[in-house]
């Protein structure tokens, strides 16, 4: 390299002459140019920087979105498989009860048909025909129960020391529930029998109806015209079959003395 201001030789990567310190314009230039493709490059570099992010972006959605979709077709399938699974066992669990029921009602085990209904929760309407069997006759065990009290009530010991007031309240109020639970029994059978007499429980829900009368009047002195009335009521409460109970009392009275 000749200095074109001194005309002293010097080697061509040097910034400026060493003799008389004048610069080096070709060796200037390339350093300019080369500063100014950096510049370009970098410009490039920092336009093509959100691109790049978002082509990134755009493969994590996509990404995401593809996760997201197996995992509801997983769901999908996982809830129709379990909806299936549950539908089976459903089933199957249905066709025992009506198995089982179906026995005891051929067997006529009513206990046992009220036990294994209570432990199941049995109520569908499809179990009518054991439901309201079983029903009507939890509530003629309970009669039977109250005629059992009432005979204990009504030897002498059982009140040695009592008031004759209290004795015959006690009895009144046994006689009550004695009548409630026969009452109701019988007005459940016959309801079932005429509404459901169709699912062919008829011959057992008259058994109960007719076990329940004959044991209100043999006990309790009832006469079948209150019986017919006392199951003809809306409602069977307190207040309208104490009267009959009072009266009942009266004539079981009049039968003992
Ligand atoms: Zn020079």
């Given at each position: 390299?000749i ?7 010097y080697?061509e990567t040097?910034?400026f ?6 610069e080096?314009?070709i060796?200037?230039?390339k350093?300019?140019?080369?500063k ?14 959100p691109q ?5 972006s755009?493969k994590m959605?996509l990404?995401?979105a593809?996760?997201?979709v197996?995992?509801l077709?997983?769901a999908?399938?996982?809830?129709l498989?379990s ?7 459903e089933?199957e669990?249905q066709s025992?009860?009506?198995t089982?029921?179906e ?6 085990d009513?206990?046992a048909m009220?036990?294994?209904?209570d432990e199941?929760d ?9 439901y ?8 003629y ?8 009290d009432?005979t204990?009530?009504?030897e ?9 007031a209290?004795?015959e ?11 409630n639970?026969?009452i109701k029994a019988?007005?459940?059978c016959?309801?079932g029998?005429?509404?459901?007499g169709?699912?062919d429980n ?6 109960i109806?007719d076990?329940?009368i ?5 006990q309790?002195?009832y006469?079948?015209e209150?019986i017919?009335?006392?199951c003809?009521l809306?409602?069977?409460?307190e207040?309208?079959l104490t009267?009959y109970?009072?009266q009942?009392?009266?004539t079981w009275?009049e039968?003992v003395e």
């Amino acid at each position: 390299m000749i200095c074109s201001n001194c005309g002293g030789e010097y080697a061509e990567t040097d910034l400026f002459c060493p003799f008389c310190k004048k610069e080096n314009e070709i060796m200037a230039e390339k350093i300019k140019q080369a500063k100014y493709q950096q510049l370009v490059q970098e410009e490039r570099e920092i336009k093509a920087l959100p691109q790049k992010r978002m082509a990134k972006s755009r493969k994590m959605i996509l990404i995401i979105a593809s996760v997201m979709v197996v995992i509801l077709v997983i769901a999908i399938v996982g809830s129709l498989i379990s909806g299936k699974v549950q539908a089976k066992k459903e089933y199957e669990k249905q066709s025992e009860y009506m198995t089982v029921l179906e026995d005891y009602y051929q067997a006529g085990d009513l206990e046992a048909m009220s036990n294994y209904i209570d432990e199941n929760d049995i109520f569908q309407s499809k179990y009518d025909k054991y439901y309201k069997l079983a029903r009507s006759y939890d509530y003629y065990i309970s009669l039977t129960e109250c005629i059992a009290d009432f005979t204990k009530m009504t030897e002498d010991e059982f009140f040695p020391t009592w008031e004759e007031a209290q004795k015959e309240e006690l009895c009144i109020s046994n006689i009550y529930f004695a009548t409630n639970y026969g009452i109701k029994a019988c007005k459940w059978c016959r309801e079932g029998i005429e509404k459901y007499g169709e699912i062919d429980n008829v011959e057992q829900m008259q058994k109960i109806n007719d076990q329940c009368i004959e044991l209100l009047m043999n006990q309790f002195c009832y006469t079948e015209e209150e019986i017919e009335e006392m199951c003809a009521l809306e409602d069977v409460t307190e207040k309208n079959l104490t009267p009959y109970c009072e009266q009942a009392y009266a004539t079981w009275r009049e039968t003992v003395e």
